[in-house]
């Protein structure tokens, strides 16, 4: 087996090198590369097939319990300095290797359905290729170092994928606030991994917590220090895994084609925050004033992305959140120390999120040959209503989504969600209150979407709807404008038909329903549906095989023989309490939902005017999106033209005057004014002469 | 003829000087004969660059190696002396590789060509001359020779205000290379022997007091080109009216000369003023690093806004060049060579944007990415690099500074956490001004009122081809640091040694024990060459 840990380094290269060549040749012949789709799409998939069969190789190994393999090389040098990269193979990383691969695979066949009009067609594919290569780099890095490099690389991929129409607007801004707000949490990042270095001259993890935790107990560095240190690092997953309070971006990165939404937006990328906690647990689990943070942080996360979701009528926006909402679990679950549960979630929330979110995109797909290339109105679930008919397959592995992320028994997110809410309660009953009455909401905006999206009336022709989205468009950019910058009508001519370079396949809209999509994209669904509903079974209380495999370094877990395992009766009254509780709330959200979307009982509208306060907080996002224009954006605009302003007029007036008094005095002045090279050739004439006669006097 | 006894600096100074003398007396009816002459002068220059550190410069060594030394005016001991190390020997060959990407940049040129390919090959010549002299009086007059072509390219090849900035220019750097005059003089004349020889300069045991007023007028010339706030304004104007080519030459390597000459005099010959002095340009790295990315993000006109980014970059040199460990130092260096050829491209393909759009100002431009998708491409790569994305040689320059920085046992922790600090906001706002940058270029529906006028013609081969020569080192690097690292690494650990050495307090620098190497830093092999081979 030890010649698949030699090659392993084959993984992130493999899709790296697809890239490459792809790249070069639309650099070098873009006319021909654009034209070879399938052959450049066939070439993508193969290398990123590779590398999967390769992290499969790599998880089975280390299921038989391999020892883990660490492969490095010299990277930079300066004098005594030495840093070193490469790759390590552990458990984590060959579960990580193996999720990030076959989510990859799936994102890319379905891909080949989803785009195959744009003309951006092998240049996606190239991205995506980037990607999966960069992630890939992430998820084996051995040190803190060599994790920021790719970090930071992934931010760029995502940086690209959501500019990738960069066309729109929406889409040019999106990208850019995506990245910069990444840059904040680097920011920490890096300041936090150059403290660690400095007090504890090392980039390893294990080493780092070990000596920091020598380095507090003997007193050389105080715990406040330590706390600090820890939770300028955390900044990283904060921004990265679109925390509170920089979450504001990964919403406005749905700007991004829908495969990427799922690739990146869901189950990778934003979950490597998650990973860099998990690999960060020997420092964090120290420090208890940094787990407090990290548990909160995540606790109020899912909170409020739970409850922005439920007014969401943009299909992946609220997916968005919905998936912000259950990073802040996997955060809150690493906060109480839930080591594995935080990654156990991790695991079933990839699958079942990139499931939804591919499912959105066949919805989208669906809703373009009806209402247009428009994302205004295809992804607006007002517009839909009724799909089930249509499309029976993404309709079916929606609802197992919906069932999983719900925590329903026995699908993957009940067994993940029920072990984090069972550790939070042991760990801090407030933040488990505010976990468990997330479980609720989620439940209810989950239903809420997939009745609103695949069952009762198709509403995808409805004129009321239609002239109602178009104004809310209007508003949103008349806001960006001020009032009074443009007649409404000339706006409408801008926007309300999409993009203009949608045009040349409008034909599709002429449509008058949906239809189910093609089977590149329909067969990933499928396939994902598997996991969604069973990987759950891998880590039940009766037999935790995630756990034995995936834990905390340094913590010991009995190893369990295979087969159920009774739990003795104390255990099992807690995990019937707990998950009972959990599902209970889930069945109240559900049911609330059906009253309101399926059954129609009660009317929305009407709850929304009894409350408008908590109405419009989630509408307008806790309003957290505007604060930060104001605070923020806005402020530094200010400041920058202020510097300016001060650079020209004083700085530069300054020292101008400055040189002209001490160097030119008198008749000098009349050679500035010509401004010829006379005066130069003068100055060094005289120069040269005073340099001669000195040499003459003083020798 | 082709030993290590050939005249070799000698020889790649002056062969493009001798060979822009040709210039007038080469046929050419139709301007094209001109420009691969220039180009083929420039290759054949840059290939003996590679072949000379490949076959004779020892890479392990710290000395001063290729040396030559001849009297040239007995009168005023004016010697005709070069030689070059570690901090040199990097920059020789930027210029041999960035001149020659210029004179290929300058294709398009049909205003008087020749006397702009002439210009061009006596700046290749006077650029190497400055980084490869060894006698400060031949320096004095390298730095001052090199001002003229860049004055007439910029006053005669410039925008609309090319009088205004060329004149701006030449004043500026005119006038604070006096100070270096003044300086150079008053150190060969202390003490008892008279020189102006470098290693002899540096060897003389000078009082501190002395050293500092040395120290403060080499500061006020190289802060001028490097340039450090606040004597940076000639460089917006400058760039601002400068011709893509010119602008290659100027960001990518009369800004090093700068850096160059502050390692060069102020740290190697005068340590004991380094140490006061260091804190001081600390602080100034750092409003560089503050203040020129806040102007650039307010600048409207695409050429300043890149030119204001170059003097941001330069601040991470200041504060690598003063953190007295050898990984910041190492770091100012890569630095310098990483924005070098960033700082080129960058520059490059905002001419290449210009010569389509034919104007400057961000508020008429806006989705030009349609019609130019291979330099909306290279645009963001280059952009990408320049915000020190991991992966691109600006990264490791950057980490490795903030690394030397922030380990560095010659400052109070206070003082290194507010810089660091301050210095790493400085990540946040790059992206800021540069990708909003990038926004408004190329972001956004097609803009028709540009295309009602402008034909946006997509990238040629040839740009294309500059492009993919500056990015392939800049990956490489990224990449693979150690590649630029280990070629001048023995010189800046014994640089670092010796300030340390003349800054009390310092101990033995603590180095990662747990980066502890596995496999040892074999050095590049090269011929044993006995240094200083004078003639």
């Not at chain 1, 840059?183 to 390893?204: E, M, N, P, Q």
């Not at chain 1, 007193?219 to 990265?240: Q, R, Y």
């Not at chain 1, 695949?454 to 009032?483: C, M, S, T, W, Y």
């Not at chain 2, 507010?418 to 270029?441: D, K, M």
Request: proline share 4%; hydrophobic share 55%; glycine share 8%.
């Amino acid at each position: 087996m030890e010649t698949i840990y030699q090659y392993a380094w084959l993984i992130p290269v493999l899709p790296l090198a697809a890239a490459t060549i792809i790249g070069l040749g639309l650099i070098s012949f873009s006319k021909w590369t654009s034209n070879l789709r399938q052959i450049s799409a066939g070439f993508v998939v193969f290398m990123i097939g590779a590398a999967m069969t390769l992290s499969f190789g790599l998880l089975w190994s280390q299921l038989n319990g391999h020892a883990p393999y660490t492969q490095m090389i010299e990277w930079a040098a300066a004098g005594d300095f030495h840093l070193n990269m490469g790759y390590t193979i552990d458990n984590l990383t060959a579960l990580m290797l193996v999720i990030v691969t076959t989510v990859a695979f799936l994102v890319m066949v379905y891909t080949d359905g989803y785009m195959a009009h744009d003309p951006g067609y092998v240049r996606f594919y190239a991205y995506l290729s980037l990607f999966s290569s960069s992630m890939l780099g992430l998820v084996i890095s051995p040190n803190l170092v060599q994790i920021y490099v790719f970090w930071e690389l992934v931010g760029m991929c995502s940086y690209l994928l959501i500019g990738f129409w960069y066309d729109r607007k929406a889409a040019a801004d999106a990208c850019q606030k995506a990245f910069v707000v990444n840059r904040v949490g680097d920011f920490g990042l890096l300041l936090g991994i150059l403290g660690l270095y400095w007090a504890t001259r090392s980039f390893d993890f294990e080493v780092i917590g070990d000596r920091l935790q020598d380095l507090v107990q003997s007193g050389a560095l105080s715990g406040g220090v330590a706390a600090l240190l820890a939770i300028l690092v955390f900044l990283g997953p904060v921004a990265k895994s679109a925390q509170f309070p920089l979450h504001v971006w990964l919403p406005d990165a749905m700007e991004g084609p829908t495969p990427i939404s799922a690739l990146i937006h869901a189950a990778t990328m934003v979950a490597a925050g998650v990973f860099l906690i998990a690999r960060m647990f020997p420092v964090f689990e120290n420090i208890p004033t940094a787990m407090t943070v990290i548990a909160w942080t995540g606790g109020v996360t899912a909170f409020l992305g739970a409850t922005i979701a439920i007014t969401q009528m943009d299909i992946k926006k609220g997916l968005a959140y919905s998936t912000m909402s259950q990073l802040g679990y996997m955060v809150m679950a690493m906060g109480v120390g839930g080591y594995s549960a935080g990654l156990f979630h991790l695991m079933t929330h990839a699958y079942f999120k990139a499931m939804m979110f591919l499912g959105s995109g066949s919805v989208i797909h669906g809703m373009e040959s009806v209402v247009g290339h428009n994302a205004a109105y295809a992804q607006d679930m007002r517009l839909m209503g009724g799909l089930r008919k249509y499309m029976p397959i993404t309709a079916s592995t929606f609802f197992i989504g919906v069932l999983a992320i719900s925590g329903i028994p026995p699908f993957a997110g009940f067994w993940s969600k029920d072990e984090i809410l069972g550790l939070t309660f042991a760990a801090n009953p407030a933040l488990w209150l505010v976990g468990w009455l997330t479980a609720g909401i989620t439940a209810f905006y989950m239903f809420r979407m997939y009745f609103l999206t695949f069952e009762g009336e198709f509403r995808g022709k409805d004129k009321v709807v239609l002239n109602q989205i178009d104004a809310e468009q209007l508003k949103a950019v008349g806001l960006n404008f001020g009032p009074g910058a443009m007649n409404p009508k000339e706006l409408i001519m801008d926007i309300a038909p999409g993009t203009q370079d949608d045009h040349n396949h409008d034909a599709h809209a002429h449509a008058s329903t949906p239809h189910e999509s093609p089977w590149t994209m329909a067969l990933p669904l499928v396939i994902l549906a598997i996991p969604s509903a069973l990987i759950g079974l891998v880590g039940t209380p009766f037999n935790n095989y995630f756990e034995a495999f995936i834990h905390a370094p340094g913590e010991v877990v009995e190893t369990l023989e295979p087969g159920f395992h009774a739990l003795p009766k104390e255990e099992l009254t807690e995990f019937l309490v707990m998950g009972g509780s959990s599902v209970g709330i889930g069945l109240i959200g559900l049911t609330l939902a059906s009253l309101m979307y399926f059954s129609r009982k009660i009317d929305p509208a009407a709850i929304a005017d009894r409350i408008p306060v908590l109405y419009n907080l989630s509408k307008n996002k806790w309003y957290i999106d505007d604060i930060y224009y104001n605070v923020f954006v806005l402020s530094s605009r200010r400041l920058a033209r202020q510097v300016l302003e001060v650079d020209s007029k004083v700085v530069d007036g300054v020292v101008n005057l400055t040189g002209l008094v001490t160097l030119l005095t008198g008749e000098t002045l009349k050679y500035l004014e010509n401004g010829r090279a006379q005066f130069y050739a003068l100055v060094v004439f005289a120069a040269v002469l005073g340099l001669v006669i000195f040499s003459g006097v003083t020798s | 003829m082709l030993t290590e006894n050939f005249p070799w600096l000698s020889f790649i100074i002056l062969f493009p000087i001798a060979a822009s003398l040709l210039i007038p007396f080469i046929p050419d009816k139709d301007g094209k004969t001109i420009r691969w002459y220039a180009l083929i002068v420039g290759l054949i220059d840059f290939a003996v660059i590679v072949y000379m550190f490949g076959s004779f410069y020892d890479f392990s060594s710290s000395e001063l190696q290729l040396v030559e030394s001849y009297s040239w005016i007995s009168q005023i001991d004016l010697r005709w002396s070069v030689g070059v190390d570690g901090i040199s020997m990097p920059l020789v060959i930027l210029t041999g590789f960035i001149t020659t990407l210029a004179v290929l940049a300058s294709w398009p040129v049909t205003l008087k060509p020749r006397l702009f390919f002439f210009l061009l090959l006596v700046m290749y010549g006077g650029q190497i001359a400055v980084f490869a002299v060894q006698d400060m009086l031949l320096f004095f007059l390298t730095w001052e020779l090199e001002l003229i072509p860049i004055y007439l390219l910029l006053s005669i090849w410039g925008g609309k205000k090319r009088q205004y900035a060329a004149t701006k220019f030449i004043l500026y750097t005119a006038g604070s290379s006096l100070f270096i005059l003044v300086a150079a003089l008053a150190m060969a004349f202390y003490g008892d022997t008279v020189t102006f020889d470098m290693r002899s300069l540096a060897a003389k045991d000078m009082a501190l007091n002395f050293q500092l007023w040395m120290y403060a007028a080499f500061l006020i010339a190289y802060a001028v080109k490097l340039p450090i706030i606040p004597l940076h304004t000639w460089l917006p104007d400058a760039h601002g009216e400068a011709t893509a080519p010119v602008h290659m030459l100027l960001a990518g390597i009369l800004l090093k000369m700068g850096g160059y000459a502050l390692i060069r005099m102020n740290v190697e010959m005068l340590p004991g003023a380094h140490a006061v002095f260091a804190p001081v340009l600390v602080v100034l790295g750092t409003v560089n690093i503050i203040y020129a990315a806040l102007t650039s993000f307010a600048q409207r006109n695409l050429k300043r806004k890149i030119a204001y980014s170059s003097i941001s970059h330069m601040g991470f040199v200041i504060i690598g060049i003063s953190s007295f460990t050898d990984l910041g130092l190492s770091g100012a260096m890569l630095q310098m060579v990483s924005h070098g050829l960033i700082g080129a491209s960058l520059f490059f393909l905002v001419g290449a944007t210009y010569d389509r759009t034919h104007t400057l100002m961000l508020d008429e431009m806006g989705g030009v990415g349609q019609k130019m998708k291979k330099i909306f491409a290279m645009f963001t790569a280059c952009s990408m690099a320049s915000l020190a994305l991991p992966g691109m040689s600006g990264f490791v320059a950057e980490l490795m500074v903030f690394v030397g920085f922030a380990t560095s046992d010659a400052y109070s922790v206070p003082f290194r956490v507010i810089v660091v600090f301050l210095a790493a906001v400085g990540l946040i706002l790059t992206p800021i001004y540069l990708l909003s940058n990038l926004r408004e270029i190329f972001f956004g529906p097609e803009n028709k009122e540009l295309t009602a006028h402008e034909e946006l013609v997509d990238a040629e081969p040839r740009e294309v081809f500059i492009i993919a020569c500056l990015l392939v080192p800049i990956i490489g690097i990224g990449f693979y640091p150690k590649i630029l690292t280990q070629i001048y690494d023995a010189k800046t650990v014994a640089l670092t040694a010796r300030l340390r050495d003349q800054r009390p307090g310092l101990g033995e620098q603590v180095v990662s024990e747990s980066m502890a190497q596995l496999f040892d830093a074999k050095p590049l092999q090269a011929p044993a060459i006995a240094a200083g081979r004078s003639l």
